[in-house]
């Protein structure tokens, strides 16, 4: 183990003597300080913060990630081009060591510059919010929805399988489907259209959701909602909220005159939930005016839950900054194990960036043309087809969303979260990495004359 | 000798930068003669602006897309924190594009701010909107009618207008503001101090010396209220604009124009929560100017012509209403002379009676009220004249007019929207409007009763 510390103090030495490495820690520096003082927010307290948050945050992510790709390449392939490599290998010290104390290195000074950032960022954090005189409204607004940790609740799904069913063997014994229609696709259709019935709700009606809270707590419980009209205008919707079990006689209430398409949120006290942790919501449509409103199926009404302080939150949002920074330095010192520097860098960022644009991908795997047209595809559409379906599930297993987005706005980042970045990321592709990359470079003739 | 070849290769370039910076400002003066651009050349910009518009080249356009694409996500998910910045960076990275400028304020003043139950937060993306087209759109591009316009139509579409059910908060919001600037209806341009002068130019971006201009022009107008701002706007944009961009610059000037005759004058009673928009019909023969300047300068736009003559019905009946009986039989006249129909073959007081039944059906919140206060003040105006039946039927007809307008506008967010102030409030502002205009303090002691 001693062999492999000196390996990554050595690895340390050489970023820090790194130019590039150098000049982008500046720029982490300048990112954290000049970034809160420059950034415009939405003109509201809650605003600024999340904007802090997020933008810094973000921006130390995108340097640490550079340096680190740019490190990470450099800690072997300079070293063999350099000829340098030659004086560690006649000692005894194995390849495996060798790559191993490279990403140990890298590592560390991760979790120190990350460390570092992320306390200046908390830090600053507080001394926007003490430097300012607060409201009592914005200090409870901010204590209850932003600088805190709420797990995010789905309602419970209706259940539509068994009606698709039927309706799909009704429509297949009348004949009306199509003679080229794929079953799968009808299925889902009618499903979807079900789901999407299940969740309108018409004028003078109410629509129920079901809510399992997972943990007990004495904090109010925020609904979210967000909701389409079926008027063509904007103008606000007239419903009521109702939560708790339907036969309490203290059942929760409140009117709300709610605007379609926007994002809505409420207070239900906590001891409405039932002693087997469920929370019962109805909504009643009650507008002047005939509407129909048209929740979302998968997320269209969420319950918020208290799960834990903002500062716990933080620091797992760090810890999936620092193990995706880690599985990028293992893949950097891979690359950089088996090609020269430019190549390796290059290679890295191109990785890099097909992992971030999964979504993309995503859509484009459901695009059948991109040159023909969706009546007459051609060869070159099927070949483009199948490279984008091949990229998109070759990167899917390192694809992960970003922790900040859920950090700045108060929802949780949980520590399964931060299990599954290790344990996936690190342990099992990094550990693949490590593996592949030093067999490659045991196999690596070091001696061949340039 | 051996680095003859670098001093003089050194030189070369030397005396190249020299030659393009000597050619830089004739260059530059020829670009603005030839109205190659519209704007000025992005100088004094802060170094962001300037970094990005030179240095990034074409890749500019990738990142705005990468930015736009994130914007949209965000918005679709409701995270609008970021989309001030977010429209910050991508108008700063295409910041000659006036596409780019009028969507993002439109998206910020129209998309964005109905998503809020909340009327001041609607208000702030308003005011996002407007800043953004103001401050900066305006600063880069100050050549660009169309930003004029887009500008303008805030004023005259979002806070005049009452399309959004809060409207009459902006309204509100906006004349607090500016009577706080102007200490009045509009700033006295004789007396403006010094800092009021800067504080209008440097926050409101407004010149005291074209408004002057424009209230010699179109005014007296009440400058607490959105429509004088949005002629402001198109008065601004409108040397700067040829054709299409001309005639919609002109379009908003006569339609503001004519809405500050329907309702371009405040009646604010702080103590008592009152705020009216009420006629202005000092400024109505201006408004009917600016309809036949426009009609004489495009002939062939039959829409203009239409609204004057809507404009002018109106006329009719605001001015019959507020017993304005001569200027209502001239503009009678005019109208059955350029728009020649059977319904106008009647005399004036047949033809008021007769819309009035059917238009009660269909009329505006802004003719509703014009009407029913101009009833209001006649029925005052007669009671202190001592001619009870007289006021007694004016207020039969101010109350007709309300409880008819009312009938089909009950339901809660209607009556927000579009409803009437209740009429007793109507009424004492009417009778406090006549009681001014009273000299005797025998007739306003009558009012006093």
Known sequence: ?450 | MKHGATIGLVLMAGICFWQAGRLQRPLVQMRRELRLTTGEPLENTPPLVAFTTVAMGGFRGVIADLLWLRASGLQEDGKYFELVQLADWITKLEPRMKQVWAFHAWNMAYNVSVLFNNPTDRWRWIHQGITLLRDEGLRYNPGEPNLYWQLGWIYQHKISGNSDQMNIYYKRWWADEMATLFDGPRPDYQHLTGSQIQRMKDVYKLDSFLMEQIDREYGPLDWRLPQAHAIYWAWRGKKFATSFDALQLERMIFQSMADAAMEGELFINRSEQVFIPGPNLAVFEKARKAYEKAIAENPGETSIQSGHRNFLRTAVMMLFTHHRLAEARDVFADLRRRYPTPEFEQGVEPFVYSSLTTLLRNISQREATGIVLGALQQSWFWLAMGDEDRAQGFQQLARTVWREYMKTRNAPDIKERAGLAPIEQLSEQARSMVKESLTTSEAKAKLAQ
């Open chain 1, 1 to 450: 183990m001693r062999k492999i510390f000196a390996i990554a103090g050595l690895a340390i030495r050489s970023a820090i003597r790194s130019l590039v490495v150098v000049v982008l820690l500046a720029l982490l520096l300048i990112a954290i300080i000049a970034l809160p003082l420059t950034i415009k927010g939405d003109g509201t307290l809650t605003g600024a913060v999340q904007v802090l948050l997020r933008y810094t945050l973000g921006a130390v992510n995108i340097i640490l990630s550079i340096a680190t790709l740019w490190a990470g390449c450099a800690a072997i392939a300079t070293e063999v081009q350099e000829h340098q490599v030659h004086l560690l290998v006649t000692k005894p010290v194995t390849r495996a060591q060798l790559w191993l104390g490279k990403w140990l290195g890298l590592l560390a000074l991760n979790t120190v510059l990350l460390a570092s950032a992320g306390g200046v960022t908390y830090g600053l954090l507080h001394w926007h919010l003490n430097r300012q005189p607060l409201s009592a409204d914005n200090r409870t607004t901010l204590r209850e929805e932003l600088l805190v940790a709420r797990r995010v609740v789905n309602a419970e799904q209706i259940p539509v399988e068994a009606d698709a069913q039927r309706i799909f063997a009704e429509q297949r014994r009348t004949g009306v489907l199509t003679k080229d229609a794929r079953p799968d696709q009808v299925l889902a259709a009618i499903r979807q259209t079900l789901l999407q019935q299940a969740h309108s709700l018409p004028p003078n009606l109410m629509l129920r959701h079901v809510f399992k809270v997972p943990t007990a707590t004495t904090r109010p419980l925020v609904l979210r909602y967000k909701f389409t009209s079926s008027q063509t205008d904007k103008n606000p919707v007239a419903c009521v909220w109702l939560a708790g079990a339907p036969e309490r006689p203290d059942r929760f209430q409140r009117p709300e005159l709610a605007a379609p398409a926007g994002i809505h949120t409420l207070q239900v006290p906590a001891l409405l939930v039932a002693a087997d942790g469920t929370l019962t919501v109805d909504i009643a449509n009650v507008n002047p005016e005939p509407v129909t409103m048209v929740f979302a199926p998968a997320d269209g009404v969420q319950l918020l839950v208290y799960e834990s302080s903002f500062a716990a939150n933080f620091f797992r949002c760090l810890l999936i900054m620092l193990g995706e920074l880690a599985f990028l330095g293992a893949l950097s010192v891979t690359l950089g194990s088996l090609f020269s520097l430019p190549v390796a860098a290059l290679t890295t960022a191109y990785a890099v960036m097909l992992m971030n644009i999964g979504s993309y991908l995503q859509i484009l795997t459901q695009e059948t043309f991109i040159i023909g047209s969706a009546a007459k595809s051609n060869t070159f559409d099927l070949l483009i087809h199948f490279l984008y379906v091949g990229l998109y599930w070759l990167t899917k297993p390192f694809q992960t969303a970003s922790p900040l987005e859920p950090l700045a706005v108060g929802e949780l980042v949980s520590w399964s979260w931060v299990a599954g970045v290790w344990g996936w990321q690190v342990l099992v592709i990094g550990g693949i990495l490590t593996a592949v990359g030093t067999w490659i470079f045991n196999r690596r003739e070091l001696g061949l004359p340039t």
